[in-house]
């Protein structure tokens, strides 16, 4: 009866756990309320257009060193740049930095919500539409003659639908494709540029984006491909200068966000968040301030002038001649200012940005009138920051009354204003739903006490290891609270484990006899050794990000060793499978290992073109030769012939287990079932991994037999379980970053782009380390099924402390600088381990396993 009533429990806490998600996220990722409507030109004294047209050239993951270092492809860019053709800076983007909130931001001048992070990857066209928003685009659709029209990145297509008169979308997350999804782009550009319909152009090119998610800003690919962007630039300005109908065009060339060294984004490292931004038209060249070139780097990633990204908006605006968008928080970029020749035309561009930017303030603020009749503040003795931007913007009155007043003046004061302003409502928080925050936490903790009431029970028997194991969570539940801890998160899980190795070896010397303790020594300092090399193989996080690793600084320097230690990892896998045989008799076994030994060469053989084909200088150039010369079929059929071969594995797997043959043999049913298992999914996720982290499932063997043999009880297990997890997933290279995810083996196999296929396999190359323990648990975890109860129960108090420690420190830090940096993304990774880790592997699929094959 009281077993029944623990499983009952257990499955109320779990059930509790995607409910608390649901109402937390609802609280938590509000929409932001904007200003209903389109502006209108009501202002006789507008400044004139300078342009008449735009090419919008978005390079997707546009670093700016791409465009403006010595290293740079950009030769003829840089070019327009020393001969005064061209304005450069370095567009900030705030995070998160990934594409669909970077174009909202660069076509509303807002700040987007972190959930568009969750929308970029779903590409919800009813939830992510800016169909009921004031744009830019809309702006051109309504004041300007010509027609709009895209190529590229489909993220267009699902922000402004019944928006463009010709286009032609790609999607934006197949990137396997480094060169036809740019093609496709490309091969529009001379009939359009003959044409005389269009008012805009934008070209969205994806292939730069691409080569660094699968091989990094270093990558052999990206020269070339820089090349082939300025080519396209070179392109459109020749015809600006040649075909007449183009003399009053402008090419913005721009980044949606950067990269960091691993060539992910969405995080807030300057490579991310340090897009370039060009703007290009020969008429700059006598009527714009010109800007030197070459450039000294003043600070990391920041070439010429830093703007924000969200001022590009007002600035086309301006230059374009259509009014500002309503919910804009960009500024009119200054240096734009000297084209006009007349004062009165610069003051009215400012002046109109300044108007726009107020009614925002107002909608936000309606306290403060910034009416100098009926305004309540004390200028004299401001105090609050609303308070003082409301006595800049009635000193600017006072300035607009006195016509002594130099222009100067009036322009340094409203520049003034809107930079202040903008700073204000950039930073202001979101509206959260605070009650819906209270619901989500009350859920989860609901969950957390129910599943630690049915832990009690282990917890005391066990001794030690469940008071580590309490103290494990309360302590990463603490951390949770510090932004700097929550970034380097790894730390603690990499010391945690190294106090658990000293436990095993304490607890192995107290129970072993005196003849083999030199050897139980041996092994532990073995272990304490290989936890060593996995802290070091990848140095993640954000404050130790690019220094020293084993990966980076040694193993791709020697390509040799780096093979050998790989090829070494597939003949330990094709070992384990050859000895995971549930097939009895020398007939069976001369089909079963011609069977693993060409199953496990397939799965080399792709991971070697694999890397042939997108990181080709982590291997010698000898061996890229003979790849090169032996590809004999594509990479996505290689893959599919893989996994159909572990398939026919799993397929052999659930026949031995129902053999009655097999069954009467007098041998344990499920040790062999499981281990064949463990073996075929091991192959599976060495594919799904980076080259470089294959060598790691090696480590990861050692680890786990040295573990194994001490003997460890269930509870013992479920804690090393616990710990181990977390330490692979850090040492794989992941962190509680958006950058960090890896997209690089989540095409493969995979011709098109669907997004429930994609997102699988993204989950499981970035969790690979973790699933493998999992498995290798299941393997050696040898106690009766009777135990399941505890070890799920450990499993889930583990997991709801963990998530309830999150959402207090959400609700808690709301307001904090970094809540969309830090705060924000752990949210989303810990959502990952409750929900896909925790009940969709812990749970379901493992649970599911044992109790089928055992």
Known sequence: MAVSASKAMLVIANALIPIAVLLFSFGYFPYKPVIPGIASNLDSGKAPAIFDKVVIMVVDALRSDFVYSNNSGFYFTQNLIRTGNALPFTAHASSPTVTMPRIKAITTGSVPSFSDVILNIAQSESMSTLTHQDTILAQFKKGLPGQLVMYGDDTWLNLFPDTFDRFDGTTSFFVSDFIEVDNNVTRHIPDELVRDDWSVIILHYLGLDHIGHKAGPRSSHMLPKQKEMDAVVEEIFTAMVEEEHLHNTLLVLCGDHGMNEAGNHGGSSAGETSPALTFISPKLRQRAASVQFPTEISDEFQYFNTVEQSDITPTLAGLLGVPIPLNNLGVFIPHFLDIWEADSDKLSITLENAKQILGIIKMAYPKYSFNPETSNTNCLQAQSTIEELECEWLSIIELLKNNSVSPDIIQEALYRFLYKAQSIMSSAASSYKVSMLLCGSIAVSAACILSFFVSLGPLRRSGFPGIFLIGT???????????????????????????????????????????????????????????????????????????????????????????????????????????SSPIIGKKWMSIWIPLCAALTMAAFSFKLSFTAADAPEILHHWMLEIVRSNILVSLVLQARIVFLGISLLLAILVYSNSAVSFRKSGMNAWQFPLQLFHEALTLY???????????????????????????????????????????????????????????????????????????????????????????????????????????IALLSFNTTFNLLSVMAACTMLRTHLFVWTVFSPKFLYSVAWALANHIGLNLLVANGLSRWLV
Do not use: C
Not at 498 to 504: D, K, L
């Open 473 to 579: 969570a309360v302590l990463s539940g603490g951390i949770m609270f510090a932004s700097s801890y929550v970034e380097e998160e790894q730390q603690f899980w990499y010391w945690i484990v190294t106090a658990w190795t000293t436990y095993i070896h304490i607890r192995s010397l107290q129970r072993d006899s005196s003849s083999i303790l030199y050897s139980r020594a041996l092994s532990t300092a073995f272990l304490a050794i290989l936890n060593r090399l996995v802290r070091r193989w990848n140095q993640t996080g954000q404050k130790f990000a690019g220094e020293p690793d084993i990966v980076q600084n040694f193993l791709s320097l020697q390509p040799v060793l780096l093979w050998a230690l790989i090829l070494l990892t597939y003949v330990q896998s094709f070992r384990g499978l050859v000895q």
């Open 685 to 791: 996720l060495m594919t799904q991994s980076r080259a470089t982290n294959i060598p790691l499932f090696l480590m990861f063997r050692a680890q786990a037999s040295i573990i194994n043999s001490v003997h460890i009880a269930s509870i013992e297990a479920t804690v090393n379980f616990i710990l181990m997890q977390h330490t692979a997933f850090f040492a794989f290279g992941g962190s509680n970053a958006i950058s960090s995810v890896d997209l690089s083996n989540a095409y493969n196999g995979v011709s098109d782009y669907n997004v429930l296929i994609v997102g699988l396999l993204t989950f499981i190359s970035n969790w690979a380390g973790p699933i493998w323990w999992i498995s290798a648990t299941l393997v050696q975890d040898h106690s009766p099924s009777a135990k399941a109860t505890d070890r």
